[in-house]
């Protein structure tokens, strides 16, 4: 950080920060609530407002907004983190509740869906990759899923994660947004499981 305004209470010159994707005001309700993600005056540098590959980008309401790098993080590995593993995190975490033992398929498996299969392994859960790519079911297998389906290669995505998870997922991911993949992660579920769309 080059320099902090005259409003800012928690950060000084030289602090490592980030900022998530969406930026918020900390005041409406949705922020309140502790939903930033949906704020009603919420911005995107680089998008509705000057940034992104700026060398300098001012930030309001940098209190609410920005987040401490630890120092062993370098800055290029945190720019990556920024959107598809915040997004995935409080998927997983905050909306899902995912814990140990439970399965969660995850559909698509892009930046979001491979950022998804990551946390939810790492809370102790098993993961079910679903893609129509061989190469990033692979990948998707090296980063904890316990299993990968290839959407393409099997006459129902359902029936096999019911299968594969012995009745259906604790948590499902739609990380594509597709009718289909929509649609799969909705009816894969067990009973009282949960759906969460994040495409």
Known sequence: MAAVGKAVRHWQPGDRVTLPFVCACGTCP???????????????????????????????????????????????????????????????????????GQWVAVHGCGGVGLSAIMIANAVGAQVVAIDIDDAKLDFARSLGAAAALNSRKIKNVVDAVREVTGGGAHV????????????????????????????
């Not at 000057?50 to 370098?74: H, K, M, Q």
């Open 30 to 100: 949705q922020c309140v609530s502790g939903n930033h993600q949906v704020c009603d005056h919420q911005f995107q540098p680089g998008f509705t407002h000057w940034g992104s590959f700026a060398e300098y980008v001012a930030i309001n309401n940098a209190d609410v907004n920005l987040v401490r790098l630890p120092d062993e993080l370098d800055f290029v590995t945190a720019a990556s983190l920024g959107c598809r593993f915040v997004t995935s995190f409080r998927a997983i975490v905050d909306q899902g509740k995912v814990s140990g």
């Open 172 to 199: 499902s991911v739609d990380a594509l947004g597709s009718p289909e993949t929509c649609f799969n992660s909705i009816a894969n579920l067990r009973k009282r499981g949960k759906h969460i769309q994040v495409a």
